[in-house]
């Protein structure tokens, strides 16, 4: 039985269903026992996903202390011998998962996006040279397996409901470094990753990229961009969909003046439809595309828009 310990996201649940799909991919679904370490204990009954949620002894850890929290899962891996550890590729993990890797001396592989066996081989899949390409990484030497996992490149299915049940875990941890002086509340800001439909921009419509808020606005959408548009500064990296941007899976995502690159169309593997509109039917993207519209991005743009609104006044 291979046991693997999984740092939760308490802001985004849907990352631990992710993250223990890649235990599944890793071990089988039959051969693992799952811990998930959360930082900030909830009082209702836990979902069934874990085997166990193990929790720090009330107070000995606050949930902003990255070092303590290294300190107190390295403690977790000594007493219960793990063989995968996984944390979210998130602003936190990334600050807890260099941490514990030193502590534990083991290597980390960072931003994961793919699992693959090879021969009695695991390959850990991530993107290289600002996400010009992909590298397959190989484990060697003792230790456990240590990766921090990209947001959405894994969509969860179904496991095994199990009776999970709950751990405090005391250690002897210092008192923190860290003081907390307050919080305030920060505006939500949108997340492309969680848009049911995006409509992207790439090279082709590099002059005209605010157009795309135009159809956005009827269909209700987000807007993305590629990463040339990125580095051209016409728009945020935050919108930046690609293997140096964000892995997406909208049900439908409208490339419009895209031509897709490798790392581009790395970040559309689990988009649900996609359509393509491009003056080349020959564009890379086409060929993942249900719907190819050959033609310029800005006449689509303004046709699909005016054949929106009629259906709208007619009440279609």
Not at 251 to 273: F, K, P, T, W
Request: with cysteine; net charge negative; hydrophobic share 40%.
């Amino acid at each position: 039985m291979n046991r693997c310990l999984i740092l939760m996201d308490g802001n985004r649940p849907e990352t631990d269903l992710e993250l223990l799909e890649v235990t599944r991919r890793i071990h089988g679904e039959s051969q693992i026992y799952t811990m998930g370490l959360e930082l900030e204990p909830k009082d209702e009954k836990p979902s069934g996903a874990f085997d166990a949620i193990v929790n720090f002894e009330c107070g000995s850890v606050p949930p902003y202390d990255a070092a303590g929290i290294a300190m107190g899962a390295a403690a977790l891996h000594e007493m219960y011998g793990f063989d995968t550890i996984l944390v979210p590729a998130t602003f936190f993990g990334r600050m807890v998962a260099p941490r514990l890797a030193m502590r534990l001396g083991v290597g980390l592989v960072a931003d994961v996006t793919g699992i693959e066996h090879v021969g009695m081989q695991l390959e850990m899949i991530r993107p290289a040279y600002g996400g010009k390409l992909m590298a397959g990484i190989v484990k060697k030497g003792p230790g456990p397996l240590m990766m921090s996992i990209r947001e959405n490149a894994f969509p969860a299915t179904s496991g095994t409901i199990k009776q999970t049940r709950r751990i405090v875990f005391p250690f002897d941890h210092q008192p923190s470094r860290m003081t907390f002086i307050g919080a305030r509340e920060k505006p939500q800001a949108t997340d492309i990753r969680d848009s049911e439909i995006l409509i992207s921009g790439g090279g082709g419509i590099l002059e005209n990229f605010s157009r795309l808020d135009d159809l956005k606005e009827v269909l209700h959408a987000q807007v993305s961009a590629s990463r040339r548009l990125v580095d051209s500064g016409v728009a945020s990296r935050k919108i930046q969909v690609g293997q140096s941007g964000k892995t997406v899976s909208p049900r439908l995502y409208i490339a419009l003046g895209i031509d897709g690159s490798v790392q581009h169309m790395e970040g559309l593997r689990h988009v649900e439809h996609l359509i393509a509109v491009n003056t080349n039917r020959e564009a890379p993207i086409c060929s993942l595309a249900d719907v190819v519209v050959v033609g310029d991005a800005v006449e689509f743009i303004d046709r699909l828009v005016k054949r929106i609104q009629l259906q709208e006044l007619s009440g279609g």
